[in-house]
């Protein structure tokens, strides 16, 4: 088990940007991957970015260019950093922690981008 923590969401206008943290209770370094999904009002759960216990990173095409996923295994964080944020990046953005899939979750943080 694990509890995941999100912080970091908020209002922020387009072309802004916002570094989202989620803190993890226990060693994130034993899980085959960390991620972020989001979900927007009406519509599915969706991956963001994920990254592997070796660093490797994928990202959703969306996002891509805009967004560097990155974790401190010290810290037992990981981080999503999004910049030129368009309104339809406005969502509840979760984080992940997987051995199979993602099997844990936290409760989100909502980022809201405005026009």
């Known amino acids: 088990q694990v509890q995941l923590v999100e912080s970091g969401g908020g209002l922020v206008q387009a072309g802004g940007s916002l570094r989202l943290s989620c803190a993890a209770s226990r060693s994130i370094f034993r899980f085959n991957a960390m991620g972020w999904y989001r979900q927007a009002p009406g519509k599915q759960r969706e991956l963001v970015a994920k990254?592997?216990?070796?660093?490797?990173?994928v990202y959703a095409d969306s996002v891509k260019g805009r967004a560097t996923i990155s974790t401190d295994n010290a810290k037992n964080t990981v981080y999503l950093q999004m910049n030129s944020l368009k309104p339809e990046d406005t969502a509840v953005y979760y984080c992940?922690?997987?051995?199979?899939?993602?099997?844990?979750w936290g409760q989100g943080t909502q980022v809201t981008v405005s026009s």
């Open positions: 992940t922690a997987s051995v199979t899939g993602p099997d844990y």
């Open positions: 990254i592997t216990s070796d660093g490797r990173a």
